[in-house]
């Protein structure tokens, strides 16, 4: 398993993993762990520069809907058990601007995603390692 080290994090980069070794495998299918439980599995991920994210389908969580995760809130990985961890909460996580597959590309709702998780929305965590 591994987490990022908060030591070297300066600012929310929504779109930026926290540690540049996750982008060593394909996340496609792995678990995603909420801070309080698991969320769903993922459908599909991105490592490009500034621009990397998580679609995770919720499954029956929350009747199937996909949701948007920013790699920057990915928190941390276990690649032998197939899981990615997200600081956030569950009920964040369901309350997050709904996604489709014409939004992965719009500017205008990446930048409403970035700002509901990022320091100060409504979906960011204080997460006391940061």
Do not use: C
Not at 45 to 63: A, E, H, K, R
């Amino acid at each position: 398993m591994t987490f990022s080290n908060s030591a070297t994090a300066t600012r929310w980069q929504p779109w930026t993993y926290q540690d540049p070794s996750w982008h060593s495998a394909d996340l496609t299918g792995y678990k995603v762990q909420a801070i309080d439980g698991e969320i769903g599995k993922v459908d599909k991920d991105t490592f490009d520069i500034d621009n990397s994210y998580l679609v995770v389908d919720t499954g029956p969580w929350i009747f199937g809907r996909k949701v948007m995760l920013p790699a920057g809130v990915v928190s941390g990985m276990d690649h032998q058990n197939k899981i990615v961890f997200v600081a956030r909460t569950k009920k964040l996580i369901e309350a997050s601007p709904e996604f489709t597959d014409e939004l992965h590309e719009d500017f205008t709702y990446r930048e409403g995603l970035g700002t509901y998780y990022g320091e100060d929305g409504a979906g960011w965590y204080a997460n006391p390692g940061r």
